[in-house]
């Protein structure tokens, strides 16, 4: 044995590769050989295949395996991996494949106290892709993540995605390193000749491929250049779908399948078009863009993917278009037609972007990290450092309380339409109990989207209104009251409260709680009401004081808000979260001694929610079931319309029930909290 590092590469397929994780296991395996590095890789043993051999330096171990779907999964023996590892020395384990060989090397590497490392090549959106999949995606999700914190590092071929991956994940140490590319001939073709505009899509004719979209763009781009074709490399399930698309948008004759082309042949393909457009709508790092720019061919991406900034500078080596508007593709591809100059240079934009993507370039980054990985304190990475120092890790409302991997911590799936694709992690602070983001979300991206921008006042609305002022009349406060509400769509209160006698009402309705409150209202008010909103602030302490800066002595604060000490981090029926709209949850306690310090008494603290009243259907029960007829989200029960009956009929008598009957027993995971301001409250 030498004294190199040896590193076990686990991988179900690899030499001779059928999927593209098997192709790029064999490429790394190789040049870490030629670097020094003692390659070990275990993978499934196939007929006529010998359980040993050494090639290019690697030394690759084969175990039985089952077939599923003609895909290998490799089966190894109980207790053979951990002999395995021990037998060759192994102090790195690096994972490429989910399975059940995975789940064994964990065991096997944990049991001998081996550094583990996983590449993240497969997303859950990819798993569930079937549609009989579909119904698993929250199970896998979690189980997927929970795989994760078992690993000492993940390594992701995007930014976007390593960035994602850490905010979920608590334990491993993220880092992006790309997947390679690299071509059977190498080096990058020169222009153009033929005089014939080409569009070339190379990839799995999947349906999140989103053809549909090119093939639009074609059309409305052909009628001014009915020379132009499209080349379409790749098979799959949507291709008669396409197929068909194509000829009823009169383009068959231009759009030519070529069905699978060999991946040796596709320099040739590329340096054919004048255009990469890739429609898709999901791709973890599109390595066939990287080729194509590898090629010195211009890129079309779409604002879908959340790798395209990442591979595509924005007029520099391609676009970055609407995935739902074929018009803008259409208008890039004339762009380019009319300028073959223009085009040229865009291409040799992106071959020196693509030269970050070379196995030599992928080579150099993986020595580092696996000789950091078995160093006693490794040296952060770069992206790592700064996606950890923007991660929110103490908590706001107590300041002792630190996410670390102790804490209890789960990951939640977005409950708005936008972003229904996202997850978020929450955590809660062991000391005060509060609940909390793990991550900064751009939430005031999705505020924009927020469906209650768009609530309108109906009879549900104005009883669920009318029920709360009802609620404040019996706490003591008189129709000459001042009032002031801190909420978004605060002016529908104002609209039902003042129907009712109730002035002056001020408002502040602010999509975006906390950094927009530098200029409060001027004028002092008897009650101030924070509905809804110091959950949703970046940070909720200003909330508070200049919610209670607005008050008079002797007036009245009343926060409505979720009360984390009565969530449980577990999906649950009953209760919403409202992700990733509520960064800071308090709980009852905490906000208690947050607001008492302010210089108020608390008056009382009730667990009910403004949306209860006795009235049918006029609750948060029944409003929470709404979801479920609609798309699951959020914004399905503030739209809702009497269509979605359609889609959970047989839930109608659970609806009623709860229509009738749901506002008695109400909700318990909201508070009201009542405070008074004491007269000789600090400012
Ligand atoms: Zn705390």
Known sequence: MTNAL????????????????????????????????RVVVVTSRRRGQPAFEEKDGVRVHRVRCVSVQGFAQALPLPGELKTLFRDEGVRLVHFHYLGLM???????????????????HMTVDLLVQPLFMRPFRGLLTRLYFALLERLDQVLCPSAAQAERVSQFTIRPRVHRVPNPIEFAGGAAPGPRIDDRFTVLYVGRLGPEKNLGLLL??????????????????????????????????????????????PHDDLP?????????????????????????????????VTDRIACGPELVEEGESGWIVSADRPEEAAERLARLAADP?????????????SRGYTLAAVGDQLEKIYANAVAPTPPPADLETEVRARRRGVCVFCGVGRLDEEVESRVFPAEVRHPT?????????????????????????????????????NFFNRR???????FLGRLGVRREDALLIYGLRADLFKTVFEQRGQFPVDIVDLPMPGGLLASPPAKLHDVVVVMEYLECAEDPRPVLTFAARQLKPGGLLVIHTPDAEKIKLVPQESHRLYQPHRIHIAGAGILQRIVEKHGFRLRTIQHRNYMDTRWPFVNYRAFHELPRWGDGTLNAAIEFRWTHLRRAWWRLP???????FGGWRGDRSNLIAVFEKTHDAAD
């Open 216 to 261: 639009r763009a074609f059309q409305i781009f052909a009628q001014k250049h009915p020379r132009a074709e499209v080349r379409i490399a790749g098979e799959g399930v949507m291709e008669s779908e396409w197929r068909a698309l194509a000829k009823s948008l009169g383009i068959a004759e231009q759009v030519h399948f070529l069905g699978r082309v």
């Open 341 to 353: 100059a223009l085009a040229l240079r865009m291409g040799e934009r992106g071959l020196a972007r």
């Open 421 to 457: 694709e996202e997850f978020f992690r929450l955590w809660r602070c062991r000391e005060c109990l509060s609940l909390h983001a793990a991550a900064e979300v751009p939430t005031a991206e999705f505020e924009k989207r927020s469906p209650f921008l768009r609530r309108r006042l």
């Open 464 to 470: 669920m209104f009318a029920g709360f002022h009802g």
């Open 268 to 300: 040739r393909l590329y340096a054919a078009c004048d255009v990469f457009f890739l429609p898709s709508v999901k791709e973890v790092l599109a390595l066939v863009a990287l080729e194509a720019m590898r090629c010195a061919r211009p890129v079309l």
């Open 654 to 660: 659970w609806l009623v029930f709860l229509g009738l």
């Open 102 to 120: 995975m789940l064994a090397g964990l065991r096997a590497a944990r049991a001998l106290g081996l550094t583990t490392l996983y590449t993240a």
């Open 6 to 37: 040896t590193i076990a590469l686990i991988t179900d397929d690899y030499a001779p590769a059928v999927t593209g994780v098997g192709v790029h296991v064999q490429k790394t395996a190789g040049e870490l050989a030629r670097r020094g590095l």
